[in-house]
């Protein structure tokens, strides 16, 4: 598995913006794609971006699509998520991901096996 540690949650208000960030290490950022996922208290967690492991395919769900966009770095191992024009419904713990198969595109939560330990985002109206 792959240690990840998220980090750049915080309080903002609706229209505003963050960027979280995802270090990840333990094994070879580069071989793997990466998602976004978040989860809303009393609510089950949910897709919410995924990327392929050189950046060249990206997927969003439709709640964000237009607002948020996923990127990453492989030379600092770190995936990030902008977040634009944010809305007191986007919040939620977010978290980061690694599927268990190298090399191997998914958007799936049932394919991922490594997850970090969340971040908090609140938005206020």
């Known amino acids: 598995q792959v240690q990840l540690v998220e980090s750049g949650g915080g309080l903002v208000q609706a229209g505003g913006s963050l960027r979280l960030s995802c270090a990840a290490s333990?094994?070879?950022?580069?071989?793997?794609?990466m998602g976004w996922f978040r989860q809303a208290p009393g609510k089950e967690r949910e897709f919410v971006a995924a990327?392929?492991?050189?950046?060249?395919?990206?997927d969003y769900a439709d709640s964000v699509k237009g607002r948020f966009t996923i990127s990453r770095d492989n030379g600092k191992n770190t995936l990030y998520l902008q977040m634009n024009s944010l809305k007191p419904e986007d919040t939620a713990v977010y978290y980061c991901?690694?599927?268990?198969?190298?090399?191997?595109?998914?958007?799936?939560?049932?394919?991922?096996?490594?997850w970090g330990q969340g971040t908090q985002v609140t938005v206020s109206s």
């Open positions: 991901a690694a599927p268990r198969r190298s090399y191997y595109y998914t958007s799936e939560k049932v394919d991922f096996d490594s």
């Open positions: 333990g094994r070879t950022f580069s071989r793997y794609a």
């Open positions: 990327i392929s492991w050189i950046g060249s395919r990206t």
